[in-house]
Nanobody
Framework: QVQLEESGGGLVQAGGSLRLSCEVS?????????VAWFRQTPGKEREFVAV??????YYVDSVKGRFTISRDNAKNTVYLQMNSLKPEDTAVYYC??????????????????WGQGTQVTVST
């Protein structure tokens, strides 16, 4: 079993920055898992934000140039650095992991393990 724990959410003004962390632990905290960030607002589907798999990184178009995903293998932690935040970035952010990275990396069903989520609120 793999556990994921997010942290770093909060309230920030538009244009500001936050860094989210996702610690991967449990039976295996292996660095070769692909780890992604998704976000969700009330009444909407969970949306893919970014994923890191070895040296590959992919982002949804709306965050390209503003968000950066990275990982610290020594700490079994994946980060999402969010800059130039906009009110439309407001959501609960979830991290997710899978040992089997695939071309469907932007689909919720591609991931086996999920964290509980952390709230990010961007005010105008």
């Amino acid at each position: 079993q793999v556990q994921l724990e997010e942290s770093g959410g909060g309230l920030v003004q538009a244009g500001g920055s936050l860094r989210l962390s996702c610690e991967v632990s449990g039976r295996t905290g292996r660095y070769d898992y692909a780890v992604a960030w998704f976000r969700q607002t009330p009444g909407k589907e969970r949306e893919f934000v970014a994923v890191v798999n070895w040296n590959d990184r992919y982002y949804v178009d709306s965050v390209k140039g503003r968000f950066t995903i990275s990982r610290d293998n020594a700490k079994n932690t994946v980060y999402l650095q969010m800059n130039s935040l906009k009110p439309e970035d407001t959501a609960v952010y979830y991290c997710a992991a899978t040992p089997l990275f695939s071309v469907g990396y932007d689909y919720v069903r591609a991931y086996d393990y999920w964290g509980q989520g952390t709230q990010v609120t961007v005010s105008t």
